[in-house]
């Protein structure tokens, strides 16, 4: 998104006569007529008459080439009617006449400069600036801080980085802006917000947000409709890696559909939750996420666990996130480090689905001047790294933000009022550069349904990090469709416990650390077996040392799912069986897989389950589920289970 804002530079050109004369100094000319032609220009440039005050100090000019105040005052107007070629020029010739007469004037060219990207001009007359006795103030502060920005700047320009946007076309754009996209992790919904005319707003236009489904090509965007949409403002969403949560930014209260969007403060944020096709009605996420200040650009993360937003709730704008803990409540928000957060303004976050990268814009740090792209990374000890900038043509002299990363690291998106679009800020597409990408990301999608009825189901998902134990990703499948998308953050290996209650759990296991695992997305569908005699499940994260019985330390997190499942149900009792390939002797294969059998009951037994309620037998290679003529097929008979007894 790039804009630019001239009122606080407008205010301070209409206080620069004063500044000019304030020197103590007599006007620079000793022409009577060049003095008359100043004196009538000053009077109407204050009375705001530009074009008047414009043409009298252009006659001071031919009247005295050498008037330094003529110049001055025509360069401002000049400035104000954004013709900045022009006015850095008639500055120049200013400071040429007397480069100690006004020293501010180095900085108006080297300001006027930098916020057009002209860094070679602008980092010489910020030198010039800060070399005088006259540099104090605001504009010292300014100059001190664009002055690296001008040395990075030019270094940046010489050497670009890959950057090849194409526009999303005429199904996602339109004349209208569109801007702040946010995408699914299997990168098949797209919503984002458009900015559209409606005589029923109080200003005449409103946001809204639209949505599109990828099918070889992206179709026609349509309106997310009530009760999201309103004839209010919705705004800066994002969505939940399965597509099914919306978090958004709501500025007004409403009334008439149900629901009240009235805040806490300026602006809050939303969340809905989408059952089938169908979107819940909005509410606000409350204390201690929102505050009586403003609150926007959420961004959720993939484990759904955390949500990094902006605030001005510290006496300015800054990265914030806030954690939900095991009861579902939201903890008190707590700020980004220095590292991120800066004296300056920091916004459009967004946390990808690795969790461990995070994009955000920012003209706090050092990069091409206005809003920038950086890139911060988490360390092993869970802090954010030092921001890189995305560097040119990613970012540029105007403001850049409101960027997307793919859950596979490699497409990125961002809104832009290019000149080859639609017509005001456009959606575009582009190839992220390596050194700048996330880690890969791949997904688990599917549908939950009952075994038995077939019927599709709510169910609890949580992907574990076997090295650590800690909950990588906790989600749930669509209550309506059963449908459901994990993502599976490549360089770990993962446990998979989908449970629900009146239902044996399913387990699934992700290694993706090794050199031949596949980051491709898996699709399969979880068939939940009702809790009843008979019942049999497959616990795929129950690990033993080759010819070994010794429970591996990971095999806890699994085990762990079932003392739960036991404690829920105390009637409940099981069998353990153990199971192994054909390798071997069928009387050593019954052993080792007796005493496989045997170690699972006894952690069990040493976590208060009553050993009554427990059996175990080993069958060896009797019951194969597989072939044993490959590796793949011998690997999955080598297995334990569990089965309902009564």
């Known amino acids: ?104 004037a180095f900085s108006f060219m080297a300001d006027i400069e930098f916020r057009n990207g002209w860094y070679e001009g602008a980092r010489e007359h910020y030198k010039q600036y800060l070399g005088s006795e006259g540099a104090h103030g605001a504009a010292r502060v300014r100059a001190e801080k664009n002055l690296p920005d001008c040395e990075f700047a030019i270094e940046a320009i010489k050497n670009p980085v890959p950057f090849n946007p194409v526009n999303l076309g005429a199904n996602i754009n339109t004349s209208l802006n569109e801007y702040f996209p946010c995408i699914t992790a299997d990168n098949q919904t797209l919503l984002f917000t458009r900015l559209l005319k409606d005589p029923r707003s109080p200003s005449g236009r409103q946001e809204d947000f639209f949505v599109s489904r990828y099918d070889s090509v992206w179709n026609p965007a349509t309106g997310l409709g009530l009760p999201i949409n309103t004839t209010y403002n919705e705004g800066a969403p994002t969505l939940s890696a399965d597509g099914n949560t919306l978090i958004f930014t709501a500025c007004e209260s409403l009334d008439g559909y149900g629901n009240d969007r009235e805040g806490f403060g300026r602006c809050d944020l939303f969340v809905s939750k989408r059952s089938g096709n169908d979107w819940q009605v909005p509410y606000n996420l409350g204390v201690p996420v929102n505050s009586k200040l403003w609150e926007s650009q959420p961004s959720f993360s993939s484990d759904g666990r955390t949500l990094y937003f902006v605030s ?33 303004y920091e916004g459009s976050v967004f946390i990808h689905p690795d969790n461990q990268t995070l994009y955000f814009s920012s003209n706090g740090h050092t990069g091409m001047g206005s809003l920038d792209i950086f890139i911060s990374r988490r360390d092993s000890t869970g802090n954010w790294g030092q921001p890189q900038n995305l560097g040119y043509p990613i970012n540029s002299y105007k403001d850049d933000n409101s960027i997307m990363i793919s859950a596979n690291g490699e497409l990125a998106m961002f809104a832009s009022d290019r000149k080859d679009g639609f017509g005001g800020l456009d959606l575009y597409a582009f190839d992220l550069y390596e050194e700048v990408r996330p880690q890969v990301v791949s997904y688990m999608k599917g549908r939950v349904f009952d075994r038995e009825s077939g019927e599709n189901l709510e169910a609890r998902f949580e992907l574990t990090n076997l090295k650590t134990g800690i909950v990588a990703i906790e989600s749930f499948s669509n209550k309506s469709s059963g449908e459901f998308l994990v993502c599976l953050p490549a360089n770990n290996d993962y446990a998979l416990t989908v449970s629900r209650d009146g239902y044996l759990f399913f387990s699934e296991n992700f290694s993706l650390t090794n050199e031949n695992s596949s980051t491709d997305p898996v699709l399969k569908d979880v068939p939940m077996e009702p809790l009843k005699t008979g019942a049999k499940v497959v616990m795929k994260n129950i690990f033993f040392e080759t010819n070994q019985y010794e429970l591996i330390e990971t095999s806890r997190i699994e085990l762990n799912k079932l003392i739960i499942l036991l404690q829920k149900n105390p009637l409940l009792k099981i069998e353990i069986g153990g199971h192994t390939d054909n390798v071997g002797t069928h009387e050593y294969n019954i052993m080792l897989s007796q005493n496989r059998a045997k170690s699972v009951k006894d952690y069990l037994v040493e976590n208060k389950i009553e050993p009554s309620r427990i059996s175990y037998k080993g069958y060896g290679e009797t019951q194969p589920v597989d072939s044993n003529d490959t590796e793949e097929g011998r690997a999955i008979n080598r297995r334990t289970e569990f089965k309902v007894i009564e």
């Open 312 to 344: 001005n709730r510290d006496n300015n704008y800054d990265i914030w996130y806030s954690a939900v803990n095991d009861s579902g409540i939201w903890c008190e928000p707590i700020k980004l480090g220095i590292n991120i957060n800066t004296e300056g």
């Open 1 to 104: 998104m790039h804009t630019k804002n001239f009122c606080s530079l407008f205010i301070l050109f209409l206080l620069v006569p004063t500044l000019v004369i304030s020197q103590g100094e007599e006007l620079s000319t000793q022409s009577k007529k060049a003095r008359k032609y100043y004196e009538t220009g000053e009077l109407l440039y204050k009375q705001e008459n530009l074009t008047g005050a414009k043409s009298n100090f252009e006659s001071a000019i031919d009247a005295d080439p050498s008037f330094f105040e003529a110049y001055m005052l025509l360069g401002e107007i000049l400035e104000q009617e954004r013709n900045d070629s022009a006015a850095v020029s008639i500055y120049k010739k200013a400071v040429t006449i007397d480069p100690n007469r006004f020293p501010a």
